[in-house]
């Protein structure tokens, strides 16, 4: 994911919150390496830059956990709900599922 615009300030110090965003290493690693790597034709910056995504990516694929599906069938008369978690991130759905 590429960095965009600052996360509302949501939390009791959105100062904090707003330079934790703006220094973030994440954020610097993406941006300088688009900036002068893929753009800028910078070839160390494009190998970091590359090299930090796959890294990403990979810690994704093997870290995420397969969803559970339930499969039944709805006689006459049975109603059926789905739910959905208006969650910001992953770490927030995991504690609702949890029930923390």
Request: glycine content about 10%; hydrophobic content about 35%; aromatic content about 8%.
């Amino acid at each position: 994911m590429l960095p965009g615009p600052p996360p509302p300030p949501t939390s009791s110090l959105p100062g904090l919150r707003y330079l934790r965003w703006k220094y973030s290493p994440t954020r610097f690693i993406n941006t300088r390496g688009l900036r002068h790597g893929l753009y800028g034709k910078n070839t160390v910056w494009l190998g970091i830059f590359i090299t930090f995504r796959v890294l990403v990516a990979v810690k994704r694929a093997s870290t995420r956990t397969v969803e559970r599906v339930a499969v039944d069938s709805l006689k006459p008369g049975e109603g059926l709900v789905i739910r959905t978690f208006p969650v910001r991130n992953g770490k927030e759905r995991a504690r609702l599922l949890r029930g923390d």
